[in-house]
């Protein structure tokens, strides 16, 4: 039942601007609870359940404490903190007549537990471990942390185990922000997932949106085949994986990075060059459409959000001209630049009929660069370094990820078992890696 407001209450609502209206009406919705999942949250469910639970898209990482002791109940207190800060983390996800909504809990405390490790490879077996535990979508708490000791009091370890439905990369470093801020410091400020979410929502479908949707449609419109497998695509696999590590020295970045400069580039175009040019070889095609990774905070207020805003978006490289370096990449650069405008739009919205069988519709390979680096970071004056634990499965049928440093470049292909056998998987690695040393050594030239 409700009352009808007050005379005062209406007085005052007849007296306001159109403006005024539209801001009291804005602030309004933005109150609202989340009602429906994101397009990017309705695939992660979607995929949970198709691949049995499999934890391909679940956060799995090994932060390693080092050089001073830390307060492990402190630690605790902290991540319990983050948690009622942030509302992505006390959300469940019910489903009712074919119909799933998110639920934001009041209360919903992390999964905590302690535990021992003498070695590296100790906590990455207990994480991979505690990602392969299943995940209970409706009841939760989707948030999984150890808090280890290590073989000396001044060493310790902080397992990470998260659903990717509630939290991303980004999320993780705001974790580890959280964990590390000085307890004087003022808390920063956070933005609730359920508004950026409503925030998505409108934006798809305003004029913005709508010319995204053109344009993104237009880029994989008659899209090339799949790339070759050695066993048959028949479906959905479980999602079983394995990688195929990588490594090149300095010099080959900085080569890469003069080439991309040449041809007013960036280096992130430089390298998905150097990827088109290695699968064009592994599948015989020069028309090649794969997958890659945007942050999906590019809103205002995006950067204080916690929860999954990650976006996978097509990039489709077609004609390599020549077929020289300076070609690839000025064509790598154009249509990154082109698809950058667009970057907002939920990959998942595409409207195109599927290409393959599986968890993505679209994508059977994707592309992931990171040269940020690794931030420098202490946590109770100890270091901090972190691993993304390998959990022995696959997220797309290949997945190529280059890591850019000063030390050297590093990176992985993750392949799906069931579709390939581990010698494929390293020569395409390895057609990477040649591809790699022939563009840098066109950029030095």
Same mark, same amino acid.
């Given at each position: 039942m409700t009352s009808s407001p007050?005379? $005062? =209450?209406?007085?005052? @609502?007849a007296a306001l601007t159109a403006q005024q209206r539209a801001l009291l009406r804005a602030k309004v919705l933005r109150a609202r609870p989340q009602e429906r999942l994101t397009p990017g949250q309705r695939r992660l469910w979607e995929t949970h359940y198709a691949i049995g639970g499999q934890p391909a898209d679940v956060v799995c990482q090994a932060v390693h404490l080092t050089g001073a002791t830390a307060d492990l109940d402190l630690l605790a207190e902290r991540a319990e903190g983050f948690v009622r800060d942030h509302e992505a983390l006390r959300?469940?996800?019910q489903e009712t007549d074919g119909e799933v909504r998110p639920v934001v809990h009041e209360t919903l405390p992390p999964w905590l537990t302690r535990a021992h490790c003498a070695t590296a490879?100790?906590?990455? $077996? =207990?994480?991979?471990? @505690?990602?392969?535990?299943p995940f209970d979508l409706a009841s939760g708490p989707l948030l999984r942390v150890v808090l280890a000791t290590g073989p000396v009091v001044q060493e310790a370890w902080l397992l990470v185990v998260v659903h990717n439905l509630v939290f991303d990369a980004w999320s993780f470093d705001m974790l580890l922000d959280a964990l590390a801020r000085d307890a004087r410091a003022p808390a920063p400020a956070t933005t609730p997932f359920s508004r950026w979410a409503r925030d998505q929502a409108a934006w798809v479908a305003d004029d913005d949106g709508r010319a995204a949707a053109e344009y993104w449609t237009a880029?994989?419109?008659a899209p090339p085949p799949p790339l070759p497998t050695d066993r048959p695509r028949s479906g959905t696999t479980a999602r079983n994986g394995n990688r195929?590590?990588?490594?090149?020295?300095p010099g080959v970045n900085a080569g890469i990075a003069a080439l991309a400069k040449r041809e007013a580039a960036s280096v992130y175009a430089g390298w998905l060059a150097v990827a088109w040019a290695a699968l064009e070889g592994f599948g015989g095609r020069a028309d090649t459409l794969l997958g890659t990774?945007?942050?999906?905070?590019?809103?205002?207020?995006a950067e204080t959000v916690v929860g999954y805003l990650l976006n996978v978006l097509p990039v489709r490289l077609r004609d390599p001209a020549d077929g020289s370096w300076t070609a690839r990449v000025r064509a790598a650069g154009t249509i990154s630049r082109a698809g950058l405008r667009h970057a907002a739009y939920p990959g998942e919205l595409i409207d195109v009929p599927r290409r393959v069988p599986g968890t993505h519709p679209l994508f059977d390979a994707v592309f992931v660069f990171d040269n940020l680096g690794e931030t420098t970071r202490t946590i109770q004056g100890a270091a901090v370094s972190t691993a993304d634990v390998d959990k022995g499965t696959a997220r797309y049928d290949l997945t190529l990820a280059v890591y850019p440093r000063a030390d050297g470049v590093t990176g992985w292909l993750e392949y799906d078992t069931e579709l390939y056998e581990e010698t494929t998987a390293r020569r395409l690695a390895e057609l990477f890696t040649t591809a790699a040393e022939e563009a840098s050594r066109e950029g030095c030239r």
């Open positions: 007050s005379p $005062a =209450l209406t007085a005052r @609502l959300t469940t996800f490879q100790e906590a990455q $077996a =207990l994480a991979r471990e @505690l990602a392969h535990e880029e994989v419109d195929v590590e990588f490594s090149l020295p990774f945007t942050a999906g905070r590019d809103r205002p207020g």
